[in-house]
């Protein structure tokens, strides 16, 4: 899949990041998958039997289905799985493949790149198949990347260092509101703020300031869209004292304005 062109891709509508029932549980299917499934999880455990073989998961368990594969799953109702799924066809048979069962490593940006995929088609973005297609390719390539690089290759970071930034990134993602600052940050994560700036766009691929202004903004999205809230209202919440700054920021962003997206 690293040489296909993301023309290849044939999206599926069959996508969505779901929190599994208690009950939940994924049975024999008549016929084996028709297509491939991109199948991510993000937490809760779990088992899935790929063609016979079974596999405990937990967060960061991915498994890339393809067509005649049989499966099945259930999950531990205490910890329920949450997790993402993308159903996609190809028009050539790749050369290169990702194998079908890893734990994903690098997750801040694996999963950055998911919750995108699924987020462009919660409105009619413009251009959504086209950016869909891009990142269902960044997404295999992720994928072939971490089987072909050794992990003790990936980064010359000790495992503490790149848990504490992805840590830090996943606090940002989860407190979206509150007034972040380098300096708050790096005293969090008990490393100088220069040192913290530096790596944590190694890490994540974004400077610090950046990754802060897209977590309100994708915040921003969800609250217009889903929990009826006014523009000034959002802005508000995700801390904007300034409504024309917020409306920019977001447009610059989105490409559209606050009120569109409402």
């Known amino acids: 899949m690293l040489h296909l062109n993301p023309d290849h891709f044939i999206l599926k509508p069959a ?23 991109l199948f991510y999880v993000w937490s809760g455990e779990g088992t899935v039997v790929l063609n016979g073989k079974p596999y405990n998961v937990q967060k960061g368990s991915c ?17 329920p799985l949450v997790l993402s799924y993308i159903h996609f066809d190809l028009k050539e048979l790749p050369q290169l493949i990702p194998q079908e069962y890893r734990i994903v490593q690098n997750r801040i940006i694996f999963e950055s790149l998911l919750t995108r995929y699924v987020r462009l088609f919660l409105v009619k973005t413009f251009g959504a198949e086209i950016e869909a297609k891009l990142i269902l390719k960044q997404l295999m390539i992720h994928l072939l990347r971490e089987e072909q690089v050794p992990e003790s290759q990936m980064s010359n ?29 790096a005293a969090r994560a008990n490393l100088s703020p220069p040192y913290f700036s530096q790596k944590f766009k190694q890490i994540i691929g974004q400077t610090v300031r950046s990754y802060i202004i897209r977590m309100r903004i994708e915040r921003a999205e969800h609250l217009l869209y889903y929990t009826g809230m006014t523009v000034t209202e959002a802005a508000e919440a995700l801390g904007y004292n300034s409504l024309h700054f917020f409306s920019r920021q977001f447009k610059k962003y989105t490409g559209k304005k606050p009120s569109q997206i409402r």
């Open 15 to 37: 996508f969505a990041t779901i929190h599994c029932e208690p009950n939940w549980q994924w049975r024999k299917r008549d016929k084996p998958l028709p297509n491939y499934d």
């Open 157 to 185: 970071e000790s495992n503490s260092l790149l848990e504490t930034i992805q840590e830090s990134a996943n606090y940002i993602q989860q407190h979206p509101s509150d007034p972040h600052t380098i300096e708050s940050l």
């Open 63 to 79: 498994f890339l289905f393809k067509p005649g594969d049989e499966t099945t799953a259930k999950h531990n109702p205490q910890k």
